[in-house]
């Protein structure tokens, strides 16, 4: 009767096959990797493409990071920083229940001055259930950059906080895409500016600012990045130094709300104060908000 037992040449050719499939399963692994960080990578340019264009730079941010393409520059300081304010360079010292700043080095106290800080008021987002606190967030930061004359580029959750306020609509503007109104104007975009073109083909570029934003048919315009009517100057006064994820120190156009609790999260100053700060404070310096 013959054997059934395999033989070396069977066990030969198996091991073969294990060898066989088990490379081709580390190639398979291999290029889904290379082909989702080429697709990160696609993902990033389209992103930036847009975003550069739209001037919109804290977006920016957030994309690079979301995207992968940042590297781990930023992380890696904010976690050698000390739990406690080093006292061998200049630091930044910010207390929410004083409302109050420190520019220190060691026990040396360079500058001070009264601040502004968030409001802790929360919006309702409409159309979905995200909820935004406006608090300035408590930990350690560095700066990131250091912006002269900068423009408040306002997020969409500030058409809806003014829409509530004022018990308006909202309607989105899109690019190439015109907004008929109800006398037969249209709103659209053109260059950077959005304008109003008349039945009589007149076009007129219209204006916008904090708390005068562009409201037709009873509905609040809610402009396209980039555009000329969604950037209000003066409003973050003259000076900021920005810590990353939209916040930042910065001067004001209201001096009035210094000292209190006002913000939507960043930390105000007087201009004359964040002055002080922005000729003095380096990039990278540590900042510390209790």
């Known amino acids: 009767m013959p054997s059934t037992a395999p033989n070396s040449s069977t066990f030969a050719f198996w091991r073969r096959v294990r060898r066989m499939l088990m490379l081709a399963v580390v190639a398979i692994a291999g290029h889904a990797a290379w082909v989702g960080a080429a697709t990160m990578r696609v993902r990033f340019a389209r992103d930036v493409a847009r975003l550069v264009f739209n001037d919109n730079s804290e977006a920016l941010e957030q994309a690079r990071q979301q995207a992968g393409a940042g590297t781990d520059t930023l992380r890696a300081a904010l976690a050698r920083l000390p739990e406690t304010p080093p006292r061998d360079r200049p630091v930044l010292i910010i207390s929410i229940a004083e409302r109050r700043i420190w520019y220190k080095l060691a026990d040396s106290v360079l500058f001070t001055s009264q601040v502004a800080i968030g409001s802790g008021r929360h919006l309702v987002m409409r159309g979905s259930s995200r909820v935004l606190h406006f608090d300035t967030p408590r930990g350690r930061f560095l700066v990131q950059r250091l912006d002269s004359a900068p423009a408040w580029v306002p997020p969409d959750w500030h058409y809806v906080e003014q829409a509530n306020k004022r018990r308006l609509g909202l309607v989105q503007l899109v690019r190439g895409t015109p907004l008929t109104l109800r006398s037969g104007d249209q709103l659209l975009v053109v260059g950077n500016d959005v304008v109003r073109q008349k039945k ?23 402009p396209p990045f980039g555009t000329n009517q969604r950037k209000y100057l003066a409003v973050l006064g003259d000076f900021r130094l920005y810590l990353g994820d939209g916040y930042g120190i910065h001067g004001t156009n209201a001096p009035a709300s210094i000292g209190h609790a006002v913000s939507h999260g960043c930390v105000r100053m007087r201009n004359e104060d964040i002055a002080v700060l922005y000729h003095a404070v380096s990039l990278g310096t540590p900042v510390y908000i209790y």
């Open 200 to 222: 009589d083909g007149a076009v007129v570029p219209m204006t916008a600012s904090d708390g005068r934003e562009i409201v037709a048919d009873g509905r609040i315009v809610i």
